[in-house]
Structures are given as structure tokens and as C-alpha cells.
């Protein structure tokens, strides 16, 4: 049995309106799983974010592997709220409480006639050819371990016409300077890496 208590602290991201919770132990078992909530409504397998949503501030919810990314509203500082969150959330989990009974489900087209149900998760978009393998192998090995480390996800979602089109999730959704890491950063390398291929990155709403 785990004797270990649960503590956590706190790491500024690139985004003024979002906060980095961390915990010392696994939040969600499933590997390289994650859960994004914008509203109580979708909260229903997330006893733990349907709880921080009974808090006036919070905007979103991000939570992966071993943190949760807080998105707060513009009225209040973090100056204001970040230790009564800390202190709830370590309270939260030393109680033993529940923190996801189930990942977030969407619908996803299979054809005209046929949808299927699938979990979403932090997975790429599978490829469809050695290019778009290609812009995930970069992805996973130069881009998404920072992206991680800012309290954020990016996962690959198409390529047309030379355009890559990602998703950005936790601390990179809204960001101020996602346009610039975006643009600067991933941009930049998937051109310089794939010439041929890459002539522009943009990021699909979530």
C-alpha cells in the first residue's frame, strides 16, 4: 500500500493565465494519456476537475501524467488563489479522493454513414504516409517534451498541401506566445527538416 502522502507544487508556464500544479505521484495511470475540461458540464468522469470548477476563477482544466494545468479567468491574480489551490488539491488527493474514472470520449467520423467512439488522448493523428511519420518522430523528440514541461500538449492532426496542422492543449491553448512558438519554433524546424515537404504549421482550435 502507498504510505506515501500526496505533495504539491506550483510551476509558472509561458501563459500569464495558467498554472502548473505538480504532483510527486501519477495522476492518470493510463501512459501518455491526458484530459482537457472547459466547462462542469464535461466534468462527469472528472471528480477532481468538476470539484476545482466549483471555484468562481477557473477556466480550464489540464490534467496529464503528473500535473494539472490550471486556466484561471482575468479578474483575479495568482497572487490571490495559488495556495488555496495547492491546499485543496493536496487536501483532494490525501483524502483518497477520486481524481478520473475515465478519459474523455469524442465521436469521430469512420465514413458518411458511421461514427465510432473513441477515447481522446494525447495520441497523433495516425499517419498516412513516411512524411507525416516523419513530422511526428520531430514532434515527439524536439517540440513535445517542452511543450510538456510548459504545462502543455501538441499533437500532430493533419498535413494538405504542405501545411501541418497541430493541436495545442493545457497551457499552449490561448497562450500569448503560442503564436511565436508555433511560428518561431515549430515551424521553423519542420521547414528546415522537411523542405520539400512543410511550407507552413497553424494550430486547430480545440
Given amino acids: 500500500m502507498d504510505t506515501i502522502p500526496y505533495t504539491i507544487y506550483i510551476e509558472a ?15 492518470i495511470n493510463e501512459k501518455g494519456a491526458s484530459a482537457e475540461y ?5 466534468t462527469q468522469t472528472a471528480p477532481i476537475a468538476g470539484k476545482l470548477f466549483q471555484f468562481p476563477f477557473i477556466k480550464t482544466v489540464f490534467v496529464s501524467a503528473n500535473y494539472i494545468t490550471i486556466t484561471k479567468i482575468d479578474a483575479v491574480s495568482w497572487d490571490d488563489i495559488t495556495v488555496e489551490l495547492r491546499v485543496f488539491l493536496t487536501d483532494y488527493l490525501n483524502k483518497g479522493n477520486l481524481i478520473i474514472t475515465a478519459l474523455p470520449q469524442q465521436e469521430v467520423a469512420i465514413d458518411n454513414t458511421f461514427t465510432e467512439t473513441k477515447t481522446v488522448s494525447t495520441q497523433h493523428v495516425a499517419p498516412k504516409d513516411e512524411v507525416e511519420a516523419k513530422i511526428i518522430e520531430v514532434l515527439d523528440q524536439y517540440i513535445r517534451p517542452a511543450v510538456e514541461n510548459d504545462g502543455g500538449l501538441i499533437t500532430f492532426k493533419d498535413l494538405k498541401d504542405g501545411v501541418v496542422t497541430v493541436q495545442m492543449r493545457g497551457a499552449c491553448s ?11 519554433g515549430i515551424e521553423a524546424l519542420l521547414k528546415r527538416l522537411l523542405p520539400d515537404a512543410v511550407k507552413e504549421v497553424v494550430s486547430e482550435a480545440m
Fill in 13 to 27: 508556464t509561458p501563459n500569464p493565465a495558467s498554472m502548473k500544479f505538480v504532483a510527486n505521484k501519477i495522476l
Fill in 174 to 184: 490561448g497562450c500569448p506566445s503560442s503564436t511565436m512558438t508555433l511560428k518561431a
Fill in 38 to 42: 472547459k466547462s462542469p458540464i464535461e
